[in-house]
């Protein structure tokens, strides 16, 4: 028994320097890039068009001051409720944001990005009327999250302008794997 209690006293010793050997490693490094599975809901105006998304994001960090410059793209899916029996193509969604991640503390995080979002194939519903189209705007992502090592999660919130005064919003997850 105390043989036992001693081995995982050690592994877990282990895995705790590991852990924190890694996060000062991190920390060290000025360039790090990522990879990142983003997924969420859609609210405001367009959820009843849309009900979901996901896709993959690729982000270049750079180390200044007590965080991040970040510069981040990828593609993520809109993906179509049924509208009156037709059926439709999911939108893809192209952002290119750059913000900052700021570290306040050994493992938690808050970002902001802004940029430019493209959509492809997305459609709008007027007066009942289905239309597709392509569009993009300005774009802004606030989020908030945990970072372990090179794994981090964060709970984010993405906002793209389609047309004049109307948005595409979206409130979801993102985990990511730095390198």
């Known amino acids: 028994m105390m043989k036992k209690t001693i081995i995982r006293s050690l592994l877990f010793t282990v ?19 990522g990879i990142g599975l983003e997924g969420g809901i859609v609210t405001g105006v ?18 200044v001051g007590p965080g991040f410059v970040t510069l981040t793209s990828g593609a993520i899916g809109e993906i179509p409720k049924s509208f009156d029996g037709e059926d439709l193509k999911a939108a893809v969604l192209i952002p ?7 570290i306040f503390n050994d493992h938690f995080f808050a970002m902001g ?3 430019y979002g493209s959509l492809r194939t997305f ?5 009942d009327d289905l239309q597709s189209e392509t569009s993009g705007g300005f774009l802004y992502c606030p989020s908030v999250g945990a970072q372990f090592g090179t794994t981090e999660i ?13 948005t595409l919003s979206s409130i ?3 985990l990511g794997f730095n390198f």
């Open 15 to 33: 895995i705790a320097l590991s852990v924190t050997q890694l996060e000062a490693q991190k920390l060290s490094k000025k360039f790090s890039f």
């Open 154 to 166: 964060s709970l984010r919130y993405e906002s793209v302008s389609v047309e004049k005064g109307v």
């Open 123 to 127: 459609y709008t519903d007027e007066n």
């Open 96 to 102: 290119v944001r750059a913000g900052y991640k700021y």
């Open 113 to 115: 990005e802004i940029g």
């Open 46 to 63: 367009y959820n009843d068009l849309y009900g979901a998304n996901g896709g993959l994001t690729l982000r270049g960090s750079y180390h």
């Open 172 to 174: 979801g997850l993102r």
